[in-house]
């Protein structure tokens, strides 16, 4: 009996055809349908705006500027003139109003609009030792010359931000407490259940 010798594949040709099938096994995982991948560059770049907002409250806090993590938040604080000057004839204690801005824009919690509310809140968990502030809590003060008692959000290295009478931001570094405002306590918020 005759065999064709042209369908027959003899032990060393097959030996070369396993690492060809398996090259083609693989080349078919990686342009099947579901395997589809578009490799991004890693390099992690920042628009314009975002390195200037960063530079700018790495200034205010004293930390570099790879510290400044909460974007949107810096972008709250920043728009705050434009929403109190819109809302202005809506808007009660600026000092409080802001609180509620930045915690209902930012940690989706609402606050009550008056001081002593927000003060004996249910959701208020009041401390006294500032070495336990993060970044949101509140800090409860009261300036040596002013009788009002006011409301500030705790930033980073020390620093908490608080609106004034008029509204305006300023910025308040807790070692300044001595000369220039007296902290009533500190307190972290429960935030809303969403």
């Known amino acids: 009996m005759l065999r064709n010798n042209s369908s027959f594949i003899g032990k060393n040709e097959f030996g ?13 995982g990686l342009f099947s349908c579901g395997s589809k991948k578009i490799i991004h560059n890693t390099i992690y770049h920042d628009e314009p705006a975002i390195v200037a907002l960063k530079q700018k409250y790495a200034l205010i806090l004293h930390v570099e500027k790879d510290q400044i993590k909460s974007i949107a938040l810096y972008q709250s604080i920043d728009k705050w003139t434009i929403v109190r000057d819109s809302n202005m004839a809506k808007l009660g204690s600026l000092n409080v109003s802001f609180i ?7 940690l989706r919690t609402k606050l009550p ?5 927000l003060y004996e809140a249910r959701k208020t968990y009041l401390f006294k030792d500032c070495h336990f502030l993060e970044e949101g809590d509140l800090v409860f003060f009261k300036e040596n010359f ?16 608080a609106a004034d009478a008029g509204g305006d931001l300023r910025f308040h570094h807790l070692r300044d407490s001595i000369n220039r405002f007296h902290v ?11």
Do not use: H, M, T, W
């Open 100 to 106: 509620q801005y930045l915690y209902y824009l930012n």
């Open 113 to 117: 609009a008056d001081f002593k509310e």
């Open 146 to 161: 002013r009788a009002v008692k006011e409301v500030g959000f705790y930033l980073d290295n020390d620093v908490f931000v």
């Open 184 to 194: 009533i306590s500190n307190a972290k918020i429960l935030k809303d259940v969403e």
């Open 16 to 28: 070369r055809l396993i690492p060809a099938i398996g090259l083609l096994v693989c080349l078919c």
